[in-house]
T-cell receptor, first 116, second 115 residues
Framework: SQQGEEDPQALSIQEGENATMNCSYK?????LQWYRQNSGRGLVHLIL?????REKHSGRLRVTLDTSKKSSSLLITASRAADTASYFC????????????????FGKGTLLTVNP | EAQVTQNPRYLITVTGKKLTVTCSQN?????MSWYRQDPGLGLRQIYY???????DKGDVPEGYKVSRKEKRNFPLILESPSPNQTSLYFC??????????????FGPGTRLTVL
């Protein structure tokens, strides 16, 4: 079963607007990672937030982590057409990991479309 | 340039014909992993390796083999491919932090079709 689940599955916005994507997970984690994938291409790491951090910024990206709610959000500010991509959260461990934190589980992703 | 390379990028084969997809990284990473990506199912981990000669099963290891004889290489072997292994495959590597799976660096992907 999935450890991380993104919400919404798809999001369409206009250029300049902010985009917010959410990720929920089930078991305790050491870190949570966000990745971006342009259609059919390899995933690119965006940001990693550790379990003792609540918020992290990188350029136009802002990630929050609420371990009490087992959820994270990714905010992209002032979006651009080039931000159009799928965004995935990933967490170590999970229900089927056998206790291993070295197994990484990805969600199914949020497809973001930024219209010019 | 730091990168993960995969070969081939595209492959069409027939059921039962053994194949190997190679993966190589030049970042001296200890951790390497294989994923498959299917529509509606997202990205699922097949196998991972924390170091040379150390491999472990991911979520969907059935029908696949891996080996880690050298630090830089982590080939994925399909001994007898079947049509349900038609997928987009990604190799990834990561520095080993000692506590958990960390930032992954992905290869460009291999699109495999099994007829």
């Amino acid at each position: 079963s999935q450890q991380g689940e993104e919400d919404p599955q798809a999001l369409s916005i206009q250029e300049g607007e902010n985009a917010t994507m959410n990720c929920s997970y089930k078991t305790s984690i050491n870190n949570l990672q966000w990745y971006r994938q342009n259609s059919g291409r390899g995933l690119v790491h965006l940001i990693l937030i550790r379990s003792n951090e609540r918020e992290k910024h990188s350029g136009r990206l802002r990630v929050t982590l609420d371990t009490s709610k087992k959820s994270s959000s990714l905010l992209i500010t002032a979006s651009r057409a080039a931000d159009t991509a799928s965004y995935f959260c990933a967490t170590p461990g999970g229900e089927n990991s056998g206790g291993s934190n070295y197994k990484l589980t990805f969600g199914k992703g949020t497809l973001l479309t930024v219209n010019p | 340039e730091a990168q993960v390379t995969q070969n081939p990028r595209y492959l069409i084969t027939v059921t039962g014909k053994k194949l190997t997809v190679t993966c190589s990284q030049n970042m001296n990473h200890e951790y390497m992993s294989w994923y498959r990506q299917d529509p509606g199912l997202g990205l699922r981990q097949i196998y991972y390796s924390m170091n040379v000669e150390v491999t472990d099963k991911g979520d969907v290891p059935e029908g696949y083999k891996v080996s880690r004889k050298e630090k830089r290489n982590f080939p994925l072997i399909l001994e007898s491919p079947s049509p349900n292994q038609t997928s987009l495959y990604f190799c990834a590597s990561s520095p080993f932090t000692g506590t958990s799976a960390d930032t992954q660096y992905f290869g460009p992907g291999t699109r495999l079709t099994v007829l």
